[in-house]
């Protein structure tokens, strides 16, 4: 940094710089100056040198010039245990004689030394004073064998292990009498007071358990409840019925809510509105057609790289999740499917996967079903859960009958027209062949979780997987499901990745999940009951705002989610083009099937990348994306959205008989599922008005209702 | 709608918008055009990461093991100090500035997971997301470019990975090897009336932002920054590959395959690397060039003879001459991988597997040392036989070459700190 | 003490030393000077940076054994004050933070990258510190008198506030132009 260095900076920096050493900086001027701060390394350097200048000043004056002569700054909470306090004249600031205070200091380490996770690393790291709550044995030595996997890296996060809180027998006994946790009955009675359907059991601890969906949503409840205690958050405050409404239909019907349904609402007066509204989403079309696209996506992907119908499996969603049929008997549909791919859309899962070997069949199904990743198992074993190499080789052992035939289809004349693939079973005996990473040949028989089948050539064995990976009271696939939806409504499964589930990555609320999934299984895995247990329950009804004493509560950072207030996620690429469409009316039949489908698909193909390996991954540059802020300001889809020709939302918006203000309220609601803020109302007539007096400017509507769809408040889910 | 008049470039209308002045993202608008130079300094650090997305089996091009059962079909030939596959001959003749490793040993032979792990030099974690390495270059190089006004991490087909805790602002400007940017302007929309939008969006952007609900909103207006800078750069002409002379695509396309396989101009990774050379010279510090098809499970050896190699050769060897032509060599360091390497042993149907225990990486250019292999395999590839490298090592190595400290620590976003490279150490034998 | 150890884990009894030794203490002591301005460039206030560091104080001492001597110690306590740094923020989230956690981070990495230029530049500020006019050195000492601040000084002067912010400002800047001229200076002659 040299005086010429200094030259080119703007002025402006330094009188930032004097603001702030005088703790008088607006948060505005902060702001700027923490953006040339961090653009411009000159600034940081001055920055950080004045900030060393003011530092320099304040300590020599206050502690003496040399550095070496004075006592070090201990705590006062120390300084006031140790007989040989020294009071100085500084009042504020108390110092200690180094020397007899170690004695002190060391004893007091030992409560600070809790805090700390035991590392042999030199380094002093410091995790976090997370683990309020006292972890179990397993979970701490598993979190020692990940982190001796990785040197360079830290332990992971405590899971929150509720071992303070009663059994759930307990918990339901406790229930039924009057001496439940007095804060826990707040939480309730919270939810109650916004969604006067009582939540709270009818009494019998039979009753919580028997399925009711007020039992399951209580029990929801307390677990999360007793975990915000434990980690002494409150949660945030529930959300208004603007923000749940926009909320609730991006999660389960995929799209924003239609600014009429919007508008009544919000003036409804009915306080069972909130469970209504949800009743009626889960018989809405558009709720087959969500849950079909999102496991269309995890089923075969985006891309159009696979050898697959996609329509046909589409077809195949659509007709189930209409019937809601229950999610068991899905599973076994793709895992045992057979026949051609556009007469059986199951297959097509299966289809999309079976290349080298069933290789990438085995391990999607594992990641898809059993929200487990074996990938790596397949040449070793696996570092930090249960599966061995060997497991994931009797696993794909199950698709060794497994066959891809070609069949031609000709049409009414006779004539060939196309070919269609097909699922075939061939009648294979024995083992799947494998080696493992010293060049040992191995074989490996039908086996999952500890069953194993008949081996013989009779036997089919892709019906047997079916029926061993949904049997009993609490499959994986359950626990697996539960996991993926609770994630899909909070931004947050209970492990991380959603896919990831063993013993090394623990769930933060491992009683909560178990409960669930045992229910759902009772429930004849009800789809739809178990969104209602999801969306009913106090944790959904709370903002995605942090709240007074939540912000640790931050999974971004890493943190385990304690659920206490809503994560914000991003719009997926479906949601967005259908949500911009509804809004701005750009599409003539905006949310028709067909057509609609088939143009977003290819819309969509710009933003997925297939990643050409046997496993058949891919990934879409899309979610707060530099391609996706320029789609928005600038691609055809936005000048679409905006246009003023007949039928769109903003001709008729325009040619309506409203006042302004009445317009201005509507393109709000039809974009954010808001009405605007004073601001934004004066920004907006500005606009309108810009440049012809009293005359409204056409554009000036455009240019509001593009600013509002490229808002980050319209492309996320909050 | 064409408000502005044929012939005004974006030279008007920057000028034109740094006279009108308003609300917040308008002024950040103008700040960056005034504050960005004119031209661009010369020979600034790059990197630039080839990447080869499936597994290249490193067996068959850069550690041939002649006379093993392992061996395959090809021979080797030499290359300056060392040896690498004679289906490799333009780029064996361009080995004084490259280099192999030969003793990398990385335990992950997923996908997935070794794209993780060889992007991040981090092995994949629940609780953290490890920024990729044209992150960490974008974080460390990047902001300190005044003049560039292109995203300082570019992906043309590539597999770039997260920005992890580094945020937004540093991820991948994802893009294809067509040389057009798609919605990257405005249509000719008059100045002052996006201005007003942005003004406007800024109105909306603040209050949400105000109100406090993670880091997402804050994210999506920074992203939206960069893409605006993007839109009214000159710095665009990067991406346009079509400027180029016609030969010179052709040196970098043209792999003299039989037409229909990887024909004339048909060579997309030679395009990528040709994107990459001007992106570099643009001063963007971090490009990753993607190449598929590596997964070969099937039929390995006629598909990198009459596929793979020559398309590979071609553009790589076209590469390195045009970067000692333009005297850029020792500014700009070249890294060559994938997820891992492939068997040693070949399958039934004459396919190699995933196999991370002993394959090779390639790397050079800089300034580092040229011609050398370093470490060493048995006789039949099966195990290192020297020291084993990780990814870190190879990106220690590139830090140095790039000027970025070794000792960077970064923190993440739950103050965690995090070494860069993972702590590794370079590879000593090209350094010094 | 023997007791409280008891409880410790495993890996951290055996034969550690149980106080610090003297190298350990003279590092620390002249670490305290460094540990505050590096605290200082990220929370931007002196009080809050005292508190800081008197809570990375109690850990260092408290970790004191998992130092190694030949180390680095402003390295290894530097981490812990950016540890302590984040609880603080994390603490004071509920209000006002000036600054985002990407500035913080990229404000701490460079101070790091640059603290041996900031030990220059405070061996120059003391010769600038001389070089000041008297009046303008008896303000600036006056600003810096513990626990004062600029508001403070105007009361008691019984001036314009903004124009005692304004001196001192004035004065500050003189120090800084003055050290940077003196940095530049030794550069060119060594």
Known sequence: MTPRDLANLSPELFEWLEALCEDRLTPADAQRLEQLVLRDATARQAYLAYLDLHGTLHWNTAFGDDGANFEPAISPRLASESSTETQTKRGHRRLLVLAASVAVIAAFSFSIGRWFVPNNDSAPVAEKDEPKSIPSHDANKNERAVAQDHPGDLPPNKPLVLTDRPKSENIAAAASTEGRDPKTLNQSDKVVANDPRPLRPAGSAVARTAGSVQGIVTVINEHLAAGWKVQGVEPSPLADDAEWLRRIYLDVVGHIPPVEVAEKFLTDRDARKREKLLDSLLDDPAYVRNWTVVWTNLLIGRSDSRDVNRPALQKFLRENFAKNRPWNEMVAEFISAEGSFDQNGATNFLLAHLNNQAVPATAITAKIFLGQQIGCTQCHDHPFNDWKQDAFWSFNSFFQQTKVARVDRSDSTGKMKSQASALETKPVSGPAHFENRRGVALVAYPKFEGTAINEDAETNRRNELAKLMTKGDKPQVAEAFVNRMWDHFFGCGFTRPVDDMGPHNPPSHPELLDHLAREFVASGYDCKQLIRWVCLSDAYQRTSRFGKSNEQDNPETGASPLFSRVYVKGMTAEQLYDSLLLATGADNTPLASGDHDRRRHEWLQQFVHAFQTDENDESINFESSITQALLMMNSDLTQHALSMDRGTFLEKLTNSRDSEAEKIKRLCLATLTRYPTPKESLAFRKLVHEGTGARANPAGWQDALWAYLNSSEFVLVH | MNLVPNGMTRRHFMSHMAATAATIPAIQFMQHLQVHAETVKKNQKACILMWMGGGPPTIDIWDLKPGSKNGGEFKPITAAGTQISEHMPKTAAQFDVLNTV????????????????????????????HPTFGSVVSHELGSKRKELEIPSFVSIGGDPGSPGFLGMGNAAFVVNTQGRIQNADTDGMDPNRFKNRLAMLGTIEDSFIASKRGEAPQAHKDVYKKAIDLMTSKQMEAFRIDKEDPKTIDRYTNA???????????????????????????????????????????????????????AMDTAISALITDLKERSMIKDVVVVWMGEFGRTPRIN??????????????????????????????????????????????IWATACHALGIPTTTVHTSKRGRPMKIANGEAPIAELIG | MSESRSNEPADDSGSLEQVPNAEFVQLFTKSQRRLFLFILTQVNNTTDAEEILQDTNVIIWSKFHQFQLGTSFFAWSGKIATYEILKYREKKRSGRLLFSDEFISRVAADAIEMSDEFEKRREALSECLRLLKADDRELIQARYAPGENGLKVAERLGRPTNSVYQSIGRIRKVLFDCVTRRLTATARTT
């Open chain 2, 256 to 310: 003299g395959a039989p037409a229909g396989m990887m024909g004339r101009g048909n060579n997309d990774f030679g395009r990528g690397l040709l994107m990459a050379r001007r992106l570099v010279e643009a001063g963007v510090p971090f490009v990753e060039v993607g190449m598929g098809g590596w997964d070969l499970h099937a039929n390995v050896f006629n598909t990198l003879k009459d596929r793979n190699l020559p």
């Open chain 2, 348 to 393: 039934q149907d004459v396919g190699r597997d995933h196999w991370a225990a002993s394959w090779s990486v390639m790397i050079g250019g800089g300034n580092l040392k040229g011609g050398l292999g370093v470490g060493q395999t048995d006789s039949d590839g099966l195990t290192c036989e020297t020291k084993p490298y990780l990814p870190g090592n």
């Open chain 2, 102 to 129: 030969r003793s990398m040993s990385t335990r992950e032979a997923d996908h997935g997971r070794g794209r993780y792990f060889m992007h991040t030099a981090y092995v994949p974690n629940p609780t953290v997301v």
